[in-house]
């Protein structure tokens, strides 16, 4: 019976990353997608500029809106201090059991709580369930047309503070016009466009990165 992509991926792990290396784990995954299949994870170039967003703020604590198979939620916590935490909301069943076994294998289980269900149903639930306050980092990487009312749901459950940065991935493509729109031209928001492009190719891509002003 055939394989998913996200089991290929995690196969592709499995057999050229070393187990509690969170770069290897990276690489092997670079690797398969821009070689054998490509698939949607922020990648190489937009993940060096994940890396240093995530080594400026120094998060302790960290949402991540769309898990697919891990690879954003290793290059993250990978650069977390020890006592930070993150969070990362998958939809897909199948893509948070793929996901669940990749971190596992970069050795960052304790560090990375994975939830399974809709954001717009677990944002207003986080605090409560989880003991958050607020989110020092958001990264938005799952259905496009969610980044904006999610990014509202969060400011209406205090989930925001002075100074929470918001890193948006897919601003361009496949593009989140509505969401971009909006936090441009908030006065509640500073924002910063890094241009790159989109995993494994050629096509422009970027992350936008926006501060809350409280
Ligand atoms: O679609 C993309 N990501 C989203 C996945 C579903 O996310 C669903 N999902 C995950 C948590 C979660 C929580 N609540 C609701 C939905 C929730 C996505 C797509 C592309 C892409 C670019 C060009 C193409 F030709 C084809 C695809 C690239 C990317 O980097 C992406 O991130
Ligand atoms: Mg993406």
Redesign the pocket.
């Known amino acids: 019976t055939q394989t998913t992509r996200p089991q290929r991926i995690l196969a592709a792990v499995q057999k050229n990353a070393t187990r509690g290396d969170p770069r290897s784990v990276v690489k092997a995954i670079d690797q398969f997608c821009r070689h054998k299949e490509w698939a ?1 994870n ?1 990648g190489d170039e937009k993940g060096c500029i994940l890396d240093s967003v995530v080594t400026e703020v120094n998060p302790a604590t960290v949402l991540e ?4 198979c891990g690879y954003s939620t290793v290059r993250i916590a990978s650069l977390l201090p020890s006592h930070a935490k993150l969070i990362t ?4 069943p199948g893509n948070a059991a793929i996901a669940r076994q990749v971190i596992a294998w970069a050795g960052l289980a304790d560090k990375i709580q994975l939830v399974e269900g ?3 149903d677990w944002i207003p639930k986080l605090k409560e369930k989880f003991g958050i306050e607020t989110f020092d980092l958001v990264f938005l ?4 047309d ?1 980044y904006l009312p999610d990014t509202k749901l969060m400011e209406e459950c205090g989930l925001l503070r002075k100074g929470s940065i918001l890193l948006a ?2 601003v361009i ?2 593009g989140t016009p509505d969401y971009l729109e909006y936090i441009r031209n908030s006065p509640r928001y500073k924002s910063q466009y890094f241009k790159s492009h ?2 494994y190719t050629k096509a422009e891509d970027g992350l936008e990165k926006s501060v809350f002003l409280g």
Do not use: I, Q
Not at 65 to 68: A, D, H, N, V
Not at 141 to 144: A, E, P, R, T
């Open positions: 949607m922020v809106l769309g898990t697919y909301l998958e939809f897909d809709a954001s717009g990487d799952h259905w496009k969610r991935d897919n493509c496949p989109l995993e």
